[in-house]
């Protein structure tokens, strides 16, 4: 008898549009929100037209876009093991856990990519599970996390935030690359152990929207997309703007509770963004929004550009821009930066059928 066929990657002729349109805005939206980091500016020293820019990140950027693309990951996470059982996400995940180690390396202490790798491999206990038991235990894993953050939060003393010096002035790029060498491993356990229960939260919350057919088939799922918007929109506004408050102060506690608000009220709005385009891919009139699907399918590239452009104008051994912008120009940048990903993807995928990091990704997953 012969071997069944080894399962095989997602043609682009047979990719969902909806989940790339959401994965290419949701790399613009983080970038905007990593502008900060890579700059080395502090949001509550913020004034004028910079306070102004922070509050538009507060309010639609902070926290939404990071959810929407943890809820993505949990969804294509189901997708393989669906084609190809545990064995084909472990490796998956394997591959993007050395990836992004070299990416937090190599290039960028704020790398993702590995994080989610490891907290993905808890999604193979999940491998049958239905909608509805992946929303629950996204609710009970997101509580986990809440209710004793909540209970810490209460307690944090009294002080004013410091900011840290993620690089030093002068620092050359060999010895960043050893001090985050001997980073690495306390820092990916440390985010872990700190943002762990969360992520599973979004990875099941982004199974159930996979399992149900919301990403998928958005046009049967009218109803839970307007409740999702609608329902989003009411919880996850104020929220954004209690958390642009909380921006504006130098307490140590605001700190700690905007971390709360950005994390809760970006989930909320995240779902409030895919209902949004959700319904409007139902109806057929996502329109010039289709664009962002391009720079979607090229997610991986694009991401890691984003980080060598970034630390590129601004770490010492760049431009050494670092500590030298505000929110704004910081802000116009990455918009910039990330329209201009968008339409170099469009034009890339004319030609070839997918990005390099994305080809050696699936070579390395299925050999072939």
């Known amino acids: 008898m012969l071997s069944p066929d080894p399962p ?31 700059a080395g500016y502090a949001e509550w020293q913020q004034s004028g037209a910079d306070r102004a820019a922070q509050v538009v990140i507060d309010l639609f950027f902070n926290g939404k876009f990071i959810s929407v693309f943890a809820m993505l990951f949990g ?17 998956r995940l394997a591959v993007l856990l050395a990836a992004g180690a070299l990416h937090y390396v190599l290039v960028w202490h704020g790398d993702i990519i590995a994080n989610y790798a490891l907290v993905g491999v808890a999604l193979i206990l999940l491998e049958t599970a239905r909608p509805k038991l992946l929303v629950w235990v996204g609710v009970f894993s997101g509580g986990l996390w809440a209710l004793p953050f909540t209970l810490q939060a209460l ?10 010096d993620t690089v030093q002035t002068g620092q ?12 690495a491993l306390p820092s990916i356990v440390s985010v872990i152990s700190f943002d762990g229960f969360w992520l599973l939260a979004l990875f099941c919350f982004g199974g159930a929207l996979y399992r149900s057919g919301v990403l998928w088939w958005p046009e049967q799922h009218r109803s839970t997309l307007r409740l999702m918007l609608f329902g989003g929109a009411v919880v996850g506004l104020p929220l954004s703007a209690l958390l642009a408050y909380l921006n504006t102060q130098a307490s140590y506690s605001a700190d700690y509770w905007g971390i709360l608000v950005r994390l809760t009220g970006g989930l909320a709005l995240a779902l409030a ?8 891919s139902a109806s057929g009139k996502l329109g010039w929004l289709t664009a962002f699907g391009a720079s979607g399918r090229l997610a991986m590239s694009n991401y890691i550009a984003q980080s060598l452009i970034m630390t590129s104008l601004f770490y010492p051994y760049g431009a050494g821009l670092y500590r030298q912008w505000g929110a704004l120009p ?14 170099l993807s469009n034009l890339y995928l004319r030609r070839f059928q997918s990005g390099p990091l994305e080809w050696l990704v699936r070579k390395l997953v299925y050999g072939r």
């Open 8 to 38: 095989a990657a997602t043609r682009p002729s047979a990719r969902a549009p909806l989940p790339d349109v959401l994965r290419g805005l949701a790399l613009l939206g983080i970038l905007c929100v990593n502008a900060q980091d890579f």
């Open 75 to 91: 969804a294509g996470a189901f997708t393989f093991l669906e084609r190809g059982g545990r064995g084909l996400l472990l490796r």
């Open 155 to 164: 307690s944090v003393p009294n002080g004013l935030r410091s900011i840290p």
């Open 172 to 183: 050359t790029y060999a010895q960043i690359v050893q001090e985050r060498g001997h980073e």
């Open 273 to 280: 963004y895919i209902g949004g385009l959700g319904l409007l």
């Open 330 to 343: 910081a802000l116009v940048l990455a918009l910039g930066l990330g329209l201009l990903q968008v339409g």
